[in-house]
């Protein structure tokens, strides 16, 4: 079925908030209130979490100095150092520690799937958030690069050990209204009963064109394998290799 009949037959605000959604960067000067971010992750917090560990905290960033220190971190972006408001959404093993402590037990020989836990339980109220946030007109975007230096981020926000900022979000009463980047066909990303190898990349050769003429219609600077190019770009040099090293000192093993 196509596109349209499909999204005219399965229609809901949510399906229209997601179908329009967008990385947003700029905001007007329009106040964020508390009041507001509140409402927002009160409903965030009802993602569903990991044998109920909630193991997630989000630092409301609004001081100017601290949004300049972060938007260091996060490599000058300038969104980050305007935003009304930046949200830290943190993965946060502190309550777990302290109900193992309390029954004599410790979280010193933690392993991977308790960091990969607590990461997935926080990256979904980050995603929650950001929907919620959108169905009342808020708008921004995620920021992964705080995880350029976990312990700087760790130090600006306060987090101790047991803590550390998985991503940020930028929000805001949009300022712009960008258009929509293509995605990739879902014929490669969704296969049925079993994994398709040959469908999982035959799509790419078509997303390069699109999104190349996606980003010369917006004016931005691409190559004709434009996502090809880009991915290689991004992943040919070891990405933040002293991540595994912060995280350790962070109180999380990803060995
Ligand atoms: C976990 C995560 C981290 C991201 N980090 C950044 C970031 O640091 N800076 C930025 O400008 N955009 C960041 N983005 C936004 C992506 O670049 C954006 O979602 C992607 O290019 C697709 O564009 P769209 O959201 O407008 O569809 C991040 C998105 C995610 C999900």
């Given at each position: 079925m196509p596109d349209d009949s499909l999204s005219q037959t399965y229609s809901s605000e949510t399906m229209r908030l997601l179908h329009n959604r967008v990385s947003v960067r700029k905001y007007t000067d329009q106040p964020v209130t508390n009041e507001a971010i509140e409402a927002v992750l009160r409903a965030a917090f009802r993602a569903p979490t990991s044998s109920n560990i909630q193991a997630y905290t989000v630092v409301v960033v609004r001081n100017p100095e601290t949004l300049a220190k972060l938007a260091v971190v996060t490599g000058n972006q300038r969104h980050v150092a305007v935003a009304p408001v930046f949200l830290a959404f943190c993965a946060d093993m502190t309550r777990i520690?302290?109900?193992?402590?309390?029954?004599?037990h410790s979280l010193d020989d933690n392993n991977l799937e308790v960091g990969l836990v607590s990461s997935v339980d926080a990256a979904l109220v980050g995603m929650a958030a950001s929907l919620a946030a959108e169905s009342i007109g808020l708008q921004g975007l995620m920021i992964g690069a705080v995880r350029n230096n976990v312990l700087a981020t760790a130090e600006i926000l306060g987090l101790p050990k047991r803590v550390y900022c998985l991503f940020g979000m930028c929000l805001g009463w949009p300022a712009e209204h960008p258009t929509q980047k293509p995605r990739i066909d879902i014929g490669a990303t969704v296969h049925y009963e079993r994994y398709d190898q040959a469908a999982a990349v035959a799509a790419l050769d078509a997303y390069d064109a699109a999104l190349a003429a996606h980003y010369e219609a917006t004016g931005r600077p691409t190559t004709p394998d434009s996502w090809t190019h880009d991915m290689d770009?991004?992943?040919?040099?070891?990405?933040?290799?002293?991540?595994?090293?912060?995280?350790?000192?962070?109180?999380?093993?990803?060995?």
């Amino acid at each position: 079925m196509p596109d349209d009949s499909l999204s005219q037959t399965y229609s809901s605000e949510t399906m229209r908030l997601l179908h329009n959604r967008v990385s947003v960067r700029k905001y007007t000067d329009q106040p964020v209130t508390n009041e507001a971010i509140e409402a927002v992750l009160r409903a965030a917090f009802r993602a569903p979490t990991s044998s109920n560990i909630q193991a997630y905290t989000v630092v409301v960033v609004r001081n100017p100095e601290t949004l300049a220190k972060l938007a260091v971190v996060t490599g000058n972006q300038r969104h980050v150092a305007v935003a009304p408001v930046f949200l830290a959404f943190c993965a946060d093993m502190t309550r777990i520690e302290h109900a193992m402590k309390k029954r004599g037990h410790s979280l010193d020989d933690n392993n991977l799937e308790v960091g990969l836990v607590s990461s997935v339980d926080a990256a979904l109220v980050g995603m929650a958030a950001s929907l919620a946030a959108e169905s009342i007109g808020l708008q921004g975007l995620m920021i992964g690069a705080v995880r350029n230096n976990v312990l700087a981020t760790a130090e600006i926000l306060g987090l101790p050990k047991r803590v550390y900022c998985l991503f940020g979000m930028c929000l805001g009463w949009p300022a712009e209204h960008p258009t929509q980047k293509p995605r990739i066909d879902i014929g490669a990303t969704v296969h049925y009963e079993r994994y398709d190898q040959a469908a999982a990349v035959a799509a790419l050769d078509a997303y390069d064109a699109a999104l190349a003429a996606h980003y010369e219609a917006t004016g931005r600077p691409t190559t004709p394998d434009s996502w090809t190019h880009d991915m290689d770009k991004k992943f040919h040099a070891r990405l933040r290799d002293k991540l595994r090293e912060q995280l350790s000192t962070q109180g999380f093993d990803f060995r």
